[in-house]
């Protein structure tokens, strides 16, 4: 069983903020998927489907960002999802709006979320896909919780679909061919 998780924050007052491109990415897949993601538990919210054979959870955790951690190693152990079963999709400010990158495990950088679920699974080995939003001229916290200008909006919704894809892509070859083919 495959983990897809996208990180954000819940309520509609940050959907459309840089923080929330994780969530944004799921409700595509969802979109383009014909699905609804409508179950909750595990402090989430969450889909459970067959794609092409194989099962799948696509999983909004509904913690705030800084606590997602909790809410992924809960679904994980429940139904017993392995380390290399594991994607979190999440917003980069190390990457410029419109930028994607895959990467099979790592340092959290600077993000928070994905220093929680490092730190509540104790382990980095966990695929990913980085969505960038660039570098904040200020505060990153006012940053990542605000707006984009409508530049980059339209980069960053060409990424969420770009995002999207590559996931699917990963779900219907291997993470090696969505890396090569979308990094």
């Not at 959870?57 to 951690?69: A, D, E, Q, V």
């Not at 994905?114 to 939003?133: C, E, H, T």
């Not at 919704?157 to 995002?163: D, H, K, L, N, Q």
């Amino acid at each position: 069983m495959k983990l897809i998780v996208g990180l954000g924050n819940p309520g509609k007052k940050y959907a459309k903020t840089r923080h929330n491109l994780g969530y944004r990415v799921i409700d595509k897949i969802a979109h383009l998927l014909g699905i609804t993601i409508d179950k909750v538990g595990f402090k989430g919210e969450f889909a459970q489907v067959k794609y092409l054979g194989q099962d799948v959870i696509f999983f909004k955790p509904t913690t705030f960002m800084n606590l997602s951690g909790t809410a992924v190693a809960d679904i994980m152990r429940y139904f017993k999802i392995e380390m290399d079963d594991l994607l979190v999709i999440y917003d980069e400010m190390a990457l410029d709006p419109g930028v994607l990158r895959l990467r099979l495990n790592g340092s959290s950088g600077s993000h928070n979320g994905v220093q929680n679920i490092i730190d509540n699974l104790q382990s980095d080995q966990f695929k990913r896909i980085r969505l960038g939003i660039g570098k904040p001229p200020f505060s990153g916290v006012d940053y990542v919780l605000g707006k984009p200008s409508k530049e980059e909006a339209l980069l960053i919704e060409e990424t969420i679909v770009r995002g999207a894809e590559a996931t699917l892509d990963y779900l219907k070859f291997d993470f090696n061919h969505a890396m090569n083919h979308f990094n």
